[in-house]
């Protein structure tokens, strides 16, 4: 069988991305995802990301981990809003279906603004944190990120009993100043570090902000610059959240499978 593709990136954090709109895919097909995103018997990616027809939308994103989980997945939605553009599909502004929810995007200038779903709360863990922004993040505020040991520390906590059986995301935050931080992230699914994490640095963003009831924090990672906006409420809660990054067309092919 023949695949056509097209591999996007969003600040590092790349994609598989498949016009699925006639719904020729088997996303039933686990080992078919995980072998698609192999970076050595593949074409590499961190995930893979359908683009469907929806009656109520104007796409529907579906959203695979490299290893065949689901998620939601800020970058790879940043780049689907890009990627369904370039399919004409949608000009500069358009509302999608992911796993978490709906979602209103802007893409202007070349950066793609999308808005979050709206976040609970904020749950304290001993000295770090958790945050879940449609995927479960772990945040640990932390000195000289840059040589920090994220994978070795990032499995501990990925792995930890307190988040069996299906696991965290865990994000390393060293603050830049008042409105920017540097974040790593260690992702579940993909088993590693990967250059940038939309939902995780929007989490440690909401962790870092907190106390702000507006707030605009930039955020430097491995992969580049990404900023988040919020709003928060007297609940406790956060709402108004945009993520706002480049996404960029990498290459294009075909793949026999």
């Known amino acids: 069988m023949e695949i056509s593709f097209y591999k996007y990136q969003g600040t590092g954090n790349d994609f598989v991305m498949i ?10 097909d686990l080992k078919l995802v995980s072998k698609l995103c192999d970076r050595k018997f593949g074409v590499g990616s961190d995930g893979l990301i359908l683009i469907r027809n929806h ?50 995007a802007i893409l202007k200038d070349g950066l793609v603004q999308l808005l979050m779903g709206d976040v609970a709360g904020i749950e304290e863990k001993g000295n770090d944190s ?56 260690y992702e ?8 940038s994490c939309g939902t ?21 990672t491995l992969g580049g610059q990404l900023s988040v906006k919020f709003r928060a409420s007297e609940n406790g809660a956060f709402n108004e959240v945009w993520l706002i990054g480049p996404a960029q067309q990498v290459f294009a092919g075909t793949i026999n499978v």
């Open 19 to 28: 016009d699925d709109r006639a719904q020729k895919f088997d996303d039933s």
């Open 188 to 195: 579940r699914g993909v088993e590693d570090e990967t250059l």
């Open 55 to 104: 009656a109520d939308y104007d796409f529907e994103m579906i959203y695979f981990n490299a290893d065949g989980s689901q998620s939601m997945c800020g970058n790879g939605a940043r780049c689907a809003v890009a990627f369904s553009a370039f399919l004409g599909i949608l000009e500069e502004k358009t509302s999608f279906l992911a796993i978490d929810g709906p979602h209103e």
């Open 130 to 185: 958790f945050v879940n922004t449609g995927s479960p993040h772990h945040i640990r505020f932390v000195e000289d990120v840059q040589n920090y040991p994220i994978f070795a520390e990032g499995k501990k906590v990925r792995y930890d009993q307190a988040y069996a059986p299906n696991g965290t995301n865990v994000n390393f935050v060293e603050k830049i100043s008042e409105d920017e931080i540097f974040v790593r992230t």
């Open 200 to 220: 995780g640095v929007t989490a440690a963003a909401i962790a870092f902000g907190k106390d702000q009831s507006v707030a605009t924090i930039k955020i430097k």
